[in-house]
């Protein structure tokens, strides 16, 4: 493999590794505040309970997210320079306020929350878990934002050789960025929702704390209901602006090669990227694609063929990675919706349970593919247009970048499987009985 692949390869592990912790935190935190604030309205110690067990998780899953993040910042450094000195008047600019103004502040806000269970009042300490919710957003929302602008770049001007900042606001309020903003929260807040239903799914299984898990389960379930819908309906939505900025990529979801109108949908695809056309066509639904990039039946729809060869994502990883992501999320709207139809009888329905309890792996497989969709369908560009991955990467020994690919897989394995197991043994002990 060459430095260019095994740049690629190091970065994808770091950030698909980073973004198993990454929505459980945004969502856990939310969920959690909603716990403590229910305590703190009715005075029941139950929700106290449930908000330290379930804050005692959100805590684990923290601090491997920081510990694991940190390293992405360092890779534009050492293996992607020339990106960063082309552009890094804007993109280092945005992680900058992300940094000192979202991530400093969530983790002062949360030593506040640790540490103040006995100084703080219960309305105040309440308060400050909602605080810490919101500056969690508040950081995910300036990484997107940067994301975004290599997404479909905006407010620049190429001068002197590099990307200058001209128009900050345009930057901020870029459409793609407020799309992927509420698509990846939905998303994040969808997997906590089954993260914390699968877990009571199997103390309520066990009948270890039936009135405890019953209402872990129900508040997590509201949550699931609304944001699977939000994220489907939006997901829509952020499609048809693809459509218009990335027309490669949505062609490359459906892997459709041939410029037309009444553009079909496929249930299932398998390309031939080598001699343009897909192997396997199963089930195709006429029009649908053209409905969903353009809002009609019979809109135009750019196939793959209309763009130079060397300017197309790898269609197979892009197709798979849509198909798959909207797969799952389908299945995780019906399983919503038969758990609120049931939920006032959730014990009667064991089967539906043990569902619940092994499908907290599928939001996470979905969110990730979401992010290789979004990343790979991007490719060639690591700047949409502006620059491409390969003029991006450092100018390091291939030995370099295979030592540090290894190390990285070896350190983060290891980071993963101690997170994990934390995570799991919590998990499994269930709940203190009683809280002071």
């Known amino acids: 493999m060459d430095v260019l692949m095994l740049s690629r390869l190091q970065f994808a592990a770091a950030t698909m590794f980073h973004y198993l912790f990454v929505p459980l935190t945004l969502g856990l935190s939310i969920l959690v505040a909603i716990m403590e604030t229910k305590y703190v309205r009715t005075g029941d110690k139950v929700y106290l309970r449930?908000?330290?067990?379930?804050?005692?998780?959100?805590l684990i899953n923290f601090a491997l997210g920081v510990v694991t993040g940190i390293t992405l910042e360092f890779q534009f450094g050492t293996n992607w320079s020339r990106y960063s000195a082309y552009v890094g008047d804007i993109f280092g600019s945005i992680l900058a306020i992300e940094a000192t103004a979202a991530f400093f502040l969530e983790s002062t806000l949360l030593g506040v929350?640790?540490?103040g269970w006995k100084k703080l009042s219960a309305k105040a300490h309440a308060t400050v878990m909602w605080l810490v919710a919101g500056a969690s957003s508040l950081s995910a929302v300036w990484i997107l934002i940067a994301n975004s602008w290599m997404q479909h770049p905006v407010g620049y001007v190429i001068r002197n050789g590099r990307a200058e900042l001209t128009d900050f606001f345009a930057v901020v309020t870029n459409e793609f960025a407020i799309l992927m903003i509420?698509?990846?929260?939905?998303?994040?807040?969808?997997?906590?929702?089954?993260f914390v239903m699968g877990i009571s799914a199997y103390h309520l299984l066990k009948k270890t704390d039936d009135e405890f898990f019953t209402k872990s389960f129900r508040i997590a379930l509201v949550m699931g209901v609304i944001f699977t819908i939000f994220v489907a309906v939006e997901?829509?939505?952020?499609g048809k602006d693809v459509t218009q900025k990335q027309p490669a990529k949505l062609a490359a979801m459906e892997s459709l090669w041939e410029t037309q109108t009444h553009a079909p949908v496929y249930m299932f695809a398998w390309p031939d990227e080598e001699n343009e056309r897909n192997v396997i066509e199963i089930m195709p639904i006429p029009g649908l694609l053209s409905l969903l990039g353009h809002g009609s039946f019979d809109a135009e729809v750019q196939g793959l063929k209309d763009f130079p060869k060397d300017e197309r994502p790898p269609v197979l990883i892009v197709s798979m990675a849509f198909k798959g992501m909207v797969g799952i999320g389908t299945l995780l709207i019906f399983l919503t919706l038969f758990g609120l139809w049931k939920r006032d009888k959730l014990q009667e329905y064991p089967l539906y349970l043990k569902i619940m309890?092994?499908?907290i792996p599928l939001p996470y497989i979905a969110n990730e593919l979401g992010w290789v969709l979004t990343e790979v369908g991007r490719q060639p560009w690591i700047v949409y247009?502006?620059?491409?991955?390969?003029?991006?990467?450092?100018?390091?020994?291939?030995?370099?970048?295979?030592?540090s690919l290894t190390a990285f897989i070896l350190i983060y394995g290891l980071l993963g499987a101690v997170g994990f197991y934390l995570i799991y043994t919590a998990a499994k002990k269930g709940p203190e009985k009683t809280e002071a």
């Open 50 to 58: 449930m908000t330290k067990f379930w804050g005692k998780m959100f």
């Open 113 to 115: 929350w640790i540490f």
């Open 182 to 194: 509420m698509h990846t929260l939905a998303g994040a807040y969808v997997l906590s929702s089954f």
């Open 235 to 238: 997901g829509d939505i952020h």
């Open 357 to 359: 309890m092994f499908a």
């Open 385 to 403: 247009g502006v620059m491409k991955t390969s003029d991006a990467v450092s100018p390091i020994l291939q030995s370099q970048g295979a030592i």
